[in-house]
């Protein structure tokens, strides 16, 4: 079985200060992991994933996750907050087969300016 | 690349009937798509694995009777809420993985609510 915790429901960051999203996972066997915003009323948009390949993962927005083993964790950051960050972030989680995801609770960002 | 639509966006309906909601992947194929379900201040639940040209996989808890789900071709996979309730009104969300078969992409969501 496969489970995500996210660490924090709400975050609340300065405009420009250091973005932390926390995620850690669970799975018995070798993961991809996800992470997904989802501003209000709207899907979610694939942010970055990880799927085995560097650990060190590049997403859209300026954002970036490293998968750490040893630490079954996969935090999400951004060195510098912008008022268009404002949302809610998933972590996921699935087998390699791609099956189903898993989902975090979601951490509400908010930006302050 | 990678776009996943659905339609409608909102859906109003009385207690009773039966609503439509179709998921389309516009730019690739998507063998798979998947149904989620997501409550006020929640995160998303999946509802059930959908596969073109077969039946349906549907998680534990989720009627099978109830939310009817069609994968007619690779764009396109159909949920039809029948005899909707008030408790059914929630935020449906499809997804569609993409041909790599790594990573599910999402839909904009569709927002039920039943009087």
């Known amino acids: 079985a496969q489970s995500v915790t996210q660490l924090g429901s709400h975050v609340s960051v300065s405009e420009g200060a250091l973005v932390l999203l926390r995620c850690n996972y669970s799975?018995?066997?070798?993961?991809?992991l996800f992470w997904y915003v989802q501003y209000p009323n709207q899907g979610l948009q694939l942010l970055l994933k990880?799927?085995?390949?560097?650990?060190l993962v590049k997403g859209i927005n300026g954002f970036e996750a490293e998968f750490k083993k040893s630490e079954t964790s996969f935090h999400l950051t951004k060195p510098s907050a912008h008022m268009s960050d404002a949302a809610e972030y998933f972590c996921?989680?699935?087998?390699?087969?791609?099956?189903?995801?898993?989902f975090g609770a979601g951490t509400i960002l908010r930006v302050k300016s | 690349g990678a776009v996943v639509s659905q339609h409608p966006s909102w859906v109003i309906c009385k207690s009773g009937t039966s609503v439509k909601i179709e998921c389309r992947s516009l730019?690739?194929?998507?063998?798979?798509m998947f149904w989620y379900r997501q409550f006020p201040k929640q995160s998303l639940m999946l509802m059930a694995t959908?596969?073109?040209?077969?039946?349906?996989?549907?998680e534990q808890g989720v009627e099978k009777d109830k939310f009817l789900i069609n994968h007619a071709s690779l764009t396109l996979s159909t949920l039809t809420v029948t005899s909707a309730h008030p408790e059914d009104s929630s935020f449906y969300i499809c997804?569609?993985?993409?041909?790599?078969?790594?990573?599910?992409?999402f839909g904009p969501g569709t927002r039920l609510l039943v009087l």
């Open positions: 997804s569609a993985r993409d041909t790599s078969g790594e990573t599910q992409y």
């Open positions: 799975s018995s066997v070798p993961p991809y």
């Open positions: 990880y799927t085995s390949a560097a650990t």
């Open positions: 996921a989680v699935s087998d390699r087969g791609g099956n189903k995801l898993v």
């Open positions: 730019d690739f194929q998507a063998t798979t």
């Open positions: 959908s596969n073109e040209g077969s039946k349906a996989t549907y």
